[in-house]
């Protein structure tokens, strides 16, 4: 007579493999959801004669985006947040009820550490694949060196107002020599 398993031991190995295979398929999602994750970076441009530097706000894997926003993170002693626009790409602020997507852009608003940025895009297809958002437009404090820029928090919506927390990658942008912006302090005489 062949020898069987009692039934609460066989009952705990089913269970026991059921329980392997849900965390596989778990697993499994996860990865597939962050490699179809979009991905937010940011730019340096090429630096014109006015002495501001631009920097770019692209998404990468993007599909129907139609809204983001992140903290921005940067030395505030080093540069100033002068501007920021959103590109046709992603959607107009000025003139678009002549077709095409228009925007409202949220910020930049100062916070700890940098600026909040972001924008929301309606009134066309959101934007899909590869692409600009905005351009930033700093002006340089300090002479020479170099700063960091990151995203923090960054997340970003489809049209139908899902949310996603996208990828980010962090640059660091070169300030060149600022000849020509004087800085000035008041002197202070202690007596």
Same mark, same amino acid.
């Given at each position: 007579?062949?020898?069987?398993?009692?039934?609460?031991?066989?009952?705990?190995?089913?269970?026991?493999?059921?329980?392997?295979?849900?965390?596989?398929?778990?697993?499994?999602?996860?990865?597939?959801?962050?490699?179809?994750?979009?991905?937010?970076?940011?730019?340096?441009?090429?630096?014109?004669?006015?002495?501001?530097?631009?920097?770019?706000?692209?998404?990468?894997?993007?599909?129907? %985006? +139609?809204?983001?926003?992140?903290? #921005?993170?940067? @030395? *505030?002693?080093?540069?100033? !947040?002068?501007?920021?626009?959103? &590109?046709?790409?992603?959607?107009?602020?000025?003139?678009?009820?002549?077709?095409?997507?228009?925007?409202?852009?949220?910020?930049?608003?100062?916070?700890?550490?940098?600026?909040?940025?972001?924008? %929301? +895009?309606?009134?066309?297809?959101? #934007?899909?694949? @590869? *692409?600009?958002?905005?351009? !930033?437009?700093?002006?340089?404090? &300090?002479?020479?060196?170099?700063?960091?820029?990151?995203?923090?928090?960054?997340?970003?919506?489809?049209?139908?107002?899902?949310?996603?927390?996208?990828?980010?990658?962090?640059?660091?942008?070169? %300030?060149?020599?600022?000849?020509?912006?004087?800085?000035?302090?008041?002197?202070?005489?202690?007596?």
């Amino acid at each position: 007579m062949p020898h069987s398993m009692p039934h609460s031991k066989r009952s705990f190995y089913v269970v026991g493999l059921l329980i392997l295979f849900l965390l596989t398929g778990l697993l499994a999602a996860d990865k597939l959801s962050l490699a179809s994750a979009p991905s937010l970076h940011l730019q340096s441009l090429p630096v014109t004669g006015d002495g501001l530097l631009r920097v770019e706000i692209r998404v990468a894997d993007g599909t129907d %985006l +139609a809204g983001w926003e992140a903290d #921005l993170h940067y @030395d *505030g002693t080093r540069m100033a !947040l002068v501007s920021m626009e959103s &590109t046709d790409a992603f959607g107009r602020v000025d003139g678009c009820d002549d077709g095409g997507p228009c925007a409202m852009l949220l910020g930049p608003k100062p916070v700890l550490g940098g600026s909040s940025i972001g924008a %929301l +895009a309606w009134g066309g297809p959101g #934007l899909t694949g @590869d *692409g600009p958002l905005a351009t !930033l437009t700093f002006r340089p404090l &300090t002479g020479e060196g170099s700063v960091a820029l990151s995203l923090a928090d960054p997340i970003v919506t489809n049209s139908q107002g899902q949310a996603v927390t996208p990828l980010s990658e962090d640059i660091t942008i070169d %300030l060149g020599h600022t000849t020509g912006h004087s800085i000035f302090l008041p002197a202070v005489t202690n007596e």
